[in-house]
């Protein structure tokens, strides 16, 4: 069984790309960013697995805030 793509489909698809490459190219520290982002969720999802390990619930006490 092949999987079609029609034209259709195809084109909307294609400008959407060109329009975030566009939109990267005007704001270049963007990506940056955003790869700053990822990390740092990761970070957090890993600390939580690894303190779960131990009984810890991490979950209810990871958050931004500007609480105490």
């Known amino acids: 069984m092949?999987?079609?793509?029609?034209?259709?489909?195809?084109?909307?698809?294609?400008?959407?790309?060109v329009a975030a490459k566009k939109f990267a190219q005007l704001h270049p520290s963007l990506i940056p960013f955003l790869l700053y982002l990822a990390i740092?969720?990761?970070?957090?999802y890993y600390l939580a697995c690894l303190l779960n390990a131990f009984g810890f619930s991490a979950l209810k006490h990871i958050g931004i805030s500007d609480h105490d």
């Open 2 to 17: 092949a999987i079609v793509v029609s034209s259709t489909r195809l084109i909307p698809v294609l400008r959407r790309v």
């Open 40 to 44: 740092s969720g990761i970070g957090l």
